[in-house]
């Protein structure tokens, strides 16, 4: 039984709304800049010296892309069902796992088959990455290391090192991916200087 009080959702959201912005990237100023709302009043709303209205959450849900109850953290009632919301990028499809603002994100990540084979294209940013292969084989460029991931295998890196994901063989590739800020790693790793089972059979 859920024995929260009002008072308690409420003083929960300024400590949410910081991890969120910081999850982001996004300074106060900037956030002040694309919401309309002074850098002071945002400070007071994370601090929980403000109190939260909707004046103030509706622009902040926007900005941040998540649903207003996902700001208060009000309890789902009715509808026991998880509706997932797909999100495509870069020509893939990333299906978020987890809610929370702020710490460890969770994806699906899908993918697609592709008649030829792409040059990979290595991309850096802020965060450190652990990935697990589901279906298919799995190209992963970090750095100077080309590695192919058949089905069960797992690594993990930091995304500040150049990095490329992709299909091996051209076919669907399936994987799970937990990423989180800097600092912020998973415990399981695969050594990058080991050769994949599939390599290690040829």
Not at 63 to 70: A, F, G, M, N, W
Not at 81 to 91: E, M, N, S
Not at 103 to 109: C, D, L, N
Not at 163 to 174: F, T
Request: hydrophobic share 40%; glycine share 8%; aromatic share 4%.
């Amino acid at each position: 039984m859920d024995l929260k009080t009002d008072d308690d959702v409420l003083d929960a959201v300024g400590p949410r709304l910081r991890a969120l912005r910081r999850d982001r990237g996004i300074t106060l100023a900037d956030l002040a800049a694309r919401t309309g709302v002074s850098e002071s009043t945002l400070s007071r709303l994370e601090s929980g010296q403000r109190r939260p209205t909707l004046e103030l959450l509706l622009p902040l849900a926007r900005i941040h892309d998540v649903p207003l109850d996902d700001l208060v953290g009000a309890p789902r009632t009715g509808d026991p069902r998880i509706h997932l919301k797909p999100i495509r990028r870069f020509g893939m499809t990333f299906v978020p796992l987890s809610r929370r603002p702020g710490g460890v994100h969770a994806f699906k990540m899908i993918i697609p088959a592709e008649p030829e084979p792409l040059e990979p294209t290595p991309q850096t940013h802020e965060g450190f990455e652990w990935l697990y292969v589901l279906n298919g084989r799995l190209r992963l460029v970090i750095g100077e290391r080309d590695l192919t991931l058949p089905p069960g295998e797992a690594a993990e890196f930091d995304t500040s090192l150049p990095h490329w994901l992709g299909s091996a063989d051209g076919g669907v590739v399936e994987l799970l991916i937990l990423f989180g800020l800097q600092g912020i790693r998973a415990h399981v790793r695969t050594d990058p200087h080991r050769p994949s089972r599939a390599e290690s059979r040829r």
